[in-house]
T-cell receptor, first 114, second 112 residues
Framework: GAGVSQSPSNKVTEKGKDVELRCDPI?????LYWYRQSLGQGLEFLIY????????KSGLPSDRFSAERTGGSVSTLTIQRTQQEDSAVYLC????????????FGPGTRLTVL | DAKTTQPNSMESNEEEPVHLPCNHS???????IHWYRQLPSQGPEYVIH???SNVNNRMASLAIAEDRKSSTLILHRATLRDAAVYYC?????????????FGTGTRLTIIP
């Protein structure tokens, strides 16, 4: 079946611009997660959704970052006024059940802020 | 979170079975044992998970010790594509455990 998809696969933007990253989870997966990974670094957790609800936003690096999920499906991660330190691969994952099931990762969006 | 201990690196010959060990002596009764891997320049990939009983899927098998203090990921016939860093992670089902945290993992090298 179809896996997790993310778009765009690559995004190059100028410092100060806003970007929107999209994630389409596996159909029927109730939980959705956003991470980012900088070159040679480990996985950094950003936020999770249970259904359309994001109970804990403390993992978002700053108030320039926001995320939403609609219809229990598609999620968007928005970064306003991008900075060079935002450059990373942004990964989305989904799972059938929160924490109890394996997370299936998308291919990621490589964001480069010039 | 309960901690896991894995060897830093392992080597295996292509087309032979690989047994990747993981120790988790402080595991709690509600911790699931998850395995992920990350191939070079790719995102993480879910491999398998289990609670108490051994598990099999199309990618691998997970053998869990009776006392649950250790587990072994088994790749039945290694291919070059299996060269990756393998992470053993404990995940409690309770709230506040939504963050997936990778340790240093085991770097598996497959010798042709």
């Amino acid at each position: 079946g179809a896996g997790v998809s993310q778009s765009p696969s690559n995004k190059v933007t100028e410092k100060g611009k806003d970007v929107e990253l999209r994630c389409d989870p596996i159909s029927g997966h109730t939980a959705l997660y956003w991470y980012r990974q900088s070159l040679g670094q480990g996985l950094e957790f950003l936020i999770y959704f249970q259904g359309n609800s994001a109970p804990d936003k403390s993992g978002l690096p700053s108030d320039r970052f926001s995320a939403e999920r609609t219809g229990g499906s598609v999620s968007t991660l928005t970064i306003q006024r991008t900075q060079q330190e935002d450059s990373a691969v942004y990964l989305c994952a989904s799972s059938r059940f929160l924490t109890r099931d394996g997370e299936f990762f998308g291919p990621g969006t490589r964001l480069t802020v010039l | 979170d309960a901690k896991t201990t894995q060897p830093n690196s392992m080597e295996s010959n292509e087309e032979e079975p690989v047994h990747l060990p993981c120790n988790h002596s402080t595991i709690s009764g509600t911790d699931y044992i998850h395995w992920y891997r990350q191939l070079p320049s790719q995102g993480p990939e879910y491999v398998i998970h289990g609670l108490t009983s051994n598990v099999n899927n199309r990618m691998a098998s997970l053998a869990i010790a009776e006392d649950r203090k250790s587990s072994t990921l088994i790749l039945h016939r290694a291919t070059l594509r299996d060269a990756a860093v393998y992470y053993c992670i404990l995940r409690d089902v309770g709230f506040g455990n939504e963050k997936l945290t990778f340790g240093t993992g085991t770097r598996l090298t497959i010798i042709p």
